[in-house]
């Protein structure tokens, strides 16, 4: 049974994966009663193997609402690096699996460090429009996943988010309190090989559309 959940993490201490479960429950807690999160399709993300979640990027509230809802696996995710800064908001977020990137520029150590994360088996979120949206839509997503597809093999599962803007929009330094709801619906998982059986810009395509479909059942389930 120990094992089975150190599997959650492969590589993290027994310490760790209890201090990720405690602050995952808190969060999912929180968002379910503040943000009204309602969720979809989690039963659709593997219990092991490596996993790429790919989803699309509304505000920093999208790593909490798409990682607290999984409680089968713990979340891996890229943030900023500027985020890192302040050391104790590094450290927790570091504990909580997060690798800094550094935005709008070409970060082959980021690139490294992921691909590295997937090897070993574990479950990493990704938003491949490359930074929070401006005005709710969903953006075009960068090569940069295109890129990744083709250097690893692993299960993708496409996510949609809903919501999330409309309570911390970028231009808010804060978000609003007592919103609407908001939701996250997970998708059906692909194997990377075969996205990328008909080339990068094929299997973006894909990735982009199939994001699209879920943000849009997302968005129903936010009414």
Same mark, same amino acid.
């Given at each position: ?17 209890? /201090?990720?479960?405690?602050? #995952? ?12 999160? @309602? ?12 996993? *790429? ?10 790593? =909490? ?7 089968? @696996? $713990? ?9 890192? !800064?302040?050391?104790?908001? &590094? ?5 909580? $699996?997060?690798?800094?990137? !550094?935005?709008?520029? +070409?970060?082959? +150590? ?23 949206? =401006? ?5 075009? /997503?960068? #090569?940069?996943? %295109?890129?990744?597809? !083709? ?8 996510? +949609?988010?809903? %919501? ?5 929009? #970028?231009?808010? @330094? *804060? ?23 008909? +080339? ?5 395509? @894909? ?8 943000? #849009?059942?997302?968005? &129903?389930?936010?009414?």
């Amino acid at each position: 049974m120990l094992a089975r959940y150190r599997a959650h993490h492969p590589g993290s201490s027994l310490a760790s994966l209890l /201090f990720y479960d405690t602050i #995952r429950e808190s969060a999912l807690l929180a968002l379910q009663t503040v943000f009204r999160l @309602r969720r979809r399709g989690v039963k659709n993300v593997p219990r092991e193997g490596a996993v *790429l979640l790919v989803a699309n990027h509304q505000s920093f509230l999208d790593p =909490p609402i798409v990682s607290a809802a999984i409680r089968h @696996r $713990h979340t891996d995710f890229l943030a900023r690096d500027g985020l890192f !800064k302040f050391k104790p908001f &590094g450290w927790l977020i570091s504990t909580l $699996h997060a690798s800094p990137i !550094k935005q709008g520029a +070409g970060d082959s +150590g980021a690139m490294k460090a992921t691909i590295a994360k997937l090897n070993e088996g574990k479950m990493l979120l990704v938003f491949p429009e490359g930074s929070r949206t =401006p005005d709710g839509d969903m953006h075009e /997503f960068q #090569r940069g996943i %295109g890129v990744l597809l !083709k250097r690893v093999d692993c299960a993708v599962v496409p996510v +949609g988010i809903s %919501g999330a803007f409309h309570a911390w929009p #970028r231009t808010r @330094r *804060l978000p609003k309190l007592l919103n609407r709801p908001s939701a996250v619906v997970y998708g059906h998982p692909i194997r990377s090989t075969m996205l990328m059986e008909a +080339g990068v810009d094929q299997a973006i395509s @894909r990735l982009t559309h199939e994001v699209a479909i879920l943000e #849009r059942e997302a968005r &129903g389930l936010c009414k």
